[in-house]
Nanobody, 116 residues
Framework: QVQLVESGGGLVQAGGSLRLSCAPS????????MAWYRQAPGKQRELVAA???????NYRDSVKGRFTISRDDAKNTVYLQMNSLKPEDTAVYYC??????????WGQGTQVTVSS
């Protein structure tokens, strides 16, 4: 079964940057939306950013102007550039992809820790 594989997480000081990447372990056809979610300890998983095929990106308010989501359809890869990181951005970040016929794929998550 195809799974998504995230990379790029780590420990960074406040104000620093990280770039997350996510690609499937095999081929996925007709991906409509690629997205990043995150889950902090004791909190629910929340949408960080999403990029639909041919549509406009959307971000949660707390990351607007700091994070940028992008995709490379030739590689079935989605990226999340995170700048000006804050301690409240600390979480496990998950990649998600949805196909045109509503099949969903998730990654195992990558830890992002921002120290103050």
């Amino acid at each position: 079964q195809v799974q998504l594989v995230e990379s790029g997480g780590g420990l960074v000081q406040a104000g620093g940057s990280l770039r997350l990447s996510c690609a499937p372990s095999g081929r996925i056809f007709n991906i409509h939306t690629m997205a990043w979610y995150r889950q902090a300890p004791g909190k629910q998983r929340e949408l960080v950013a999403a990029i639909p095929s041919g549509g406009s990106t959307n971000y949660r308010d707390s990351v607007k102007g700091r994070f940028t989501i992008s995709r490379d359809d030739a590689k079935n890869t989605v990226y999340l550039q995170m700048n000006s990181l804050k301690p409240e951005d600390t979480a496990v970040y998950y990649c998600n992809m949805r196909t045109n016929d509503y099949n969903y794929y998730w990654g195992q998550g990558t830890q992002v820790t921002v120290s103050s």
